[in-house]
């Protein structure tokens, strides 16, 4: 059944991260985060477009333009030293969700579902754009760290994630009978015809959310958010610097099983710069093959 029509990724801007943060060099995250010197070269910030049949579906949403227009987006003080020490970020004018859509011939009013792999500053930036009747799935784990005490140390941005009238849906993938997902037992179908699963991929943060896409003229597709910053450092279980190291390989080495299971899988990360062209290059593929 040919449930999605079309898959498109747009970038809400660039990012330039630490080197350390996109592999581990074995130093805790507040050491490399407060002596790096290095930056990497500029890296996409990715939310994935998702045509289906049923309505528009987003996978993460991008970085929000007012964090590079608005002094007053970041923490002040030390805790917004460490986020500008994090991440730089160039977003143009027209870099918005909105503006970023429209140039696919989308309307943001017509998003149906935006599912966010976490709920990192650069993943939750389309909130305020989008519709009030849209569906706003993430990992249950993550949606309840908001509200911890020192939630900001780890990344979360409160005031920006807890937008008025967002329709929170708080995830929890439940097992369920698929022997095509193994060694994943669990999952959250979407829109209920098989065609979205949400697996459990924690690591990066403890409820993170990877998407698996699978519809009749596609190629397989696995979004994996922060999982990874790199689809090839993924395959050879080489894992970043930020997250739990332990869960990050158990959780790195069960996609590496699924992926193995699935020959032409493309895995698409959030900030990985080849990404645009794995995606591409799977499309162009898929339809030579028909
Ligand atoms: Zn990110």
Redesign the pocket.
């Known amino acids: 059944m040919r449930h999605i029509r079309r898959v498109s990724v747009i970038s809400t801007g660039t990012v330039r991260i630490r080197p350390e943060h996109v592999e581990t060099n074995g130093t805790p995250r507040l050491w490399w985060l407060t002596t790096s010197r290095r930056w990497t070269a500029p890296r996409p910030?990715n939310v994935y477009v998702i045509e289906h049949e049923d309505g528009l579906v987003l996978f993460d949403t991008g970085q929000d333009r007012r964090s590079v227009t608005d002094p007053s987006y970041f923490p002040g003080g030390a805790v917004g030293h460490l986020y500008r020490r994090l991440a730089a970020f160039d977003i143009p004018e027209t870099a918005t969700l909105s503006d970023q859509l429209h140039a696919l011939g989308y309307d943001i009013a017509d998003v149906r579902v935006a599912i966010l792999s976490h709920l990192?500053q650069?993943?939750i930036g389309g909130l305020r754009e989008l519709p009030r009747s849209a569906r706003v799935l993430v990992g249950s784990a993550d949606l309840a760290s908001v509200d911890k005490r020192f939630a900001v140390l780890d990344g979360l941005l409160r005031e920006h994630i807890r937008v008025p009238g967002v329709d929170w849906v708080a995830i929890d993938p439940a097992p369920i009978q698929d022997d095509a997902i193994a060694p994943f037992e669990r999952a959250h179908d979407v829109i209920g015809d098989g065609s979205l699963l949400l697996l459990p991929t924690p690591g990066h943060t403890s409820g993170s959310l990877s998407l698996l896409l699978r519809s009749d003229g596609l190629p397989t597709m696995l979004f994996v958010?922060?999982l990874t910053y790199d689809a090839e450092l993924l395959a050879a279980d080489r894992v970043p610097g930020v997250g739990t190291r332990k869960l990050l390989h158990e959780t790195t080495r069960r996609v590496n099983q699924l992926v193995s299971r699935h020959p032409g899988t493309v895995v698409l990360a959030?900030?990985d710069p080849a990404a645009a062209g794995l995606l591409e290059a799977a499309l162009t593929a898929e339809g030579t093959d028909r």
């Open positions: 910030i990192h650069d993943h958010g922060d959030a900030h």
